[in-house]
């Protein structure tokens, strides 16, 4: 079983997690191998493109249809594996198998497959993304081991403390209002759950006549928080071009006619989460950081007119 990982997916793996990144593909083949054979697997192609994760269909001893994820094994590969098991398949691509310290997972294979972007127009898409998060179950989690929405946070602390003002983007002036906003979020959040944390348009499948919840990152807030990565997706396929208001707009009518949220409270955590979003970028070395940045400044000026 030998199968060639593409060079962008390589070079990706080593530029997010360095020398532990480094190690993972080496073992790569070998837990491949191992997992084969311990969990009765034929393993096919990997999806193309690989992101951060390795990923490939698999069938069973007994003809089952899977998919077999692989990462490196860190605390947030951990969170993913926590809130699968905590969702159970509701509303969520079902966890089947897991071997942590390898950083596995077994899941159901969904089919056709087909990710939310497959459904034409912003609208009917928003309406999709509202309905699923409409029926997904309140789940109370006791938290441990689980980042808080405050956790997070922190990333846009780490900007400031860590890299010089010449390495960040023009708009960083917004970097300050992001931070003070979603620290008062933080604070006045009353009832929290378990949520998915970066639910967007790549992240809900279509399985027969439903759609599911893959990837989740797992974070523990109220459950408005769960908009923000709708709001600043897909990455890179808004076109510039578009009337970024009516669309920005459109989106928050239809959240809020449909699931009751706040709007101001929808707002600032689009805002602040872009931002962070930006910031996680940047740490990471990925390309996204011009995107989410200069997202954040439209939803700044559509959002915040004359205030930020």
Known sequence: MKFELDAQ???RIRTVFKEEGEAWLEKLPGMLKELAKHWELRLAEPIS???YHFVCPAEGADGGAHMLKLGVPRQELLNEIHTLEAYNGQG????ERQEAEMGAMLLERLEPGESVLSVDGDRGQTHIFAQLLRQLPRIESDASGMPSTADWGL???RIRDNFPSSALPPNARLFDAAENIYMEMCESQEAVFLLHGDLHHWNMLSSMDEWKAIDPQGVIAESSFEVGAWMRNPVGRIPRDSNVKQLLNDRLAILQEQLGFDPQRMRAWAFSQCVL??????EEGTESLGFFADWAEEMAEVYYPRQL
């Open 9 to 11: 997916f390589q070079e």
């Open 277 to 282: 979003a930006a910031c996680w970028s940047l």
């Open 92 to 95: 969520f691509v079902r966890l």
């Open 49 to 51: 493109p690989l992101a």
């Open 155 to 157: 990333g846009l602390k």
